[in-house]
């Protein structure tokens, strides 16, 4: 199931890219009474059920707009919280200017937030300035999470999770001033 938040004609709507027509996205306005929020969804497992079978190709996709026309919004406009992970191989850690950990270290992971109010959906535009050095930009797996929990095991992970999305996350790498058990890169004549 392809849900997402777009806009035509300066108007909010939520949206499902329907199996019977994948170019196509159908506008949900009248199934959840003209609410503009993802999260009203994730709240309601009826109106789940109303949009899986909307999906399957039980109902008329004729009010299904064409996909080239709409503008993308974030499918979340304000999440709660946007946890990312940085450096979450050995590579990527080289690539950003640090030592790469030894193929046997342990290393701490780094998480970080991002602003809710960063987001932008497909195509906008990302403005940058005369202050960024060092911007470097990723595609990442963005998991959406339904319902809430504390000390979760591994086995019930997948049941708090509502969905995927993708995230380009762009940073400005100048700013890792000094992450915890990191050192830079030394120059390569220094390193024999």
């Given at each position: 199931m392809k849900l997402g938040l777009f806009e035509i004609n300066s108007?909010?709507?939520?949206?499902?890219v329907p199996k019977a027509a994948p170019g196509k996205v159908l506008p949900l306005s009248d199934l959840l009474d003209g609410r503009t929020d993802l999260t009203s969804i994730i709240?309601?497992?009826?109106?789940?059920?109303?949009?899986?079978?909307?999906?399957?190709?039980?109902?008329?996709?004729n009010d299904a707009v064409d996909l080239a026309i709409v503008k993308f919004l974030p499918p979340i406009e304000r999440p709660g919280k946007i946890i990312c992970l940085a450096g979450n191989y050995r590579a990527h850690i080289a690539e950003s200017g640090y030592v790469e950990p030894q193929k046997q270290a342990n290393f701490t992971q780094q998480l970080f937030l991002k602003p809710s109010t960063s987001l932008i959906g497909n195509t906008a535009t990302i403005e940058l300035n005369g202050t960024n050095a060092k911007v470097g930009w990723e595609?990442?797996?963005?998991?959406?999470i339904g319902s809430g929990g504390r000390n979760i095991s591994a086995a019930d992970a997948y049941a708090h999770v509502f969905g995927y999305t993708i995230l380009n996350d762009?940073?400005?790498?100048?700013?890792?001033?000094?992450?915890?058990?990191?050192?830079t890169a030394r120059p390569s004549a220094l390193r024999e």
């Open positions: 108007e909010k709507h939520i949206g499902l709240e309601r497992p009826d109106v789940i059920s109303k949009i899986r079978a909307l999906d399957s190709g039980s109902a008329s996709t595609n990442e797996l963005a998991v959406v762009l940073s400005e790498r100048g700013l890792n001033s000094r992450i915890e058990d990191r050192s």
